[in-house]
């Protein structure tokens, strides 16, 4: 038998959940923008895969450093795979057109996540690499 899915809606939608793991569509959604980010996530138990296949989106890293967090930034090309490791700091900006594909172990987000709030600096400072990503 052959499923298919589609999401159309704003945000996460998890649509093929097998045995253990899940694969979800990530639409545009308030603070997953290209200025309006104001966490970083991280899942210790999990990697988490991103196919990007419409619209602009960037990868955020973020590690944790002495004196702050340091942003390393990447923009995302369609069709090309990206897994962010199990234990890193990440996040995704996304303009409005962005659909995502994720792959990752089920219910990651209801066990297996923690968030870290970034200051008006940290946000600034991540907003800029952001652009210079996208330019």
């Known amino acids: 038998m052959i499923e298919t899915y589609y ?4 945000g996460c939608h998890p649509f093929l959940i097998r045995e253990g793991w899940q694969v979800a569509q990530l639409n545009y959604v308030e603070k997953h923008g290209l200025d309006d980010i104001d966490q970083v996530e991280a899942h210790k138990d999990t990697d988490e895969v991103f196919i990007l296949f419409k619209g602009n989106a960037v990868l955020v890293e973020a590690q944790m450093e002495a004196e702050g967090i340091r942003f390393d930034c990447l923009c995302m090309k369609p069709g090309v795979t ?34 870290i709030r970034l200051t008006d600096s940290q946000k600034q400072d991540l907003y800029s690499k952001i652009k210079e990503q996208l330019s």
């Open 7 to 10: 999401h159309a809606e704003e």
């Open 82 to 115: 990206y897994n962010v490791s199990a234990g890193a700091w990440h996040e995704i900006a996304m303009d409005r057109d962005a659909e995502i594909i994720i792959v990752e172990r089920a219910n990651t987000h209801k066990q297996d996540c923690s968030y």
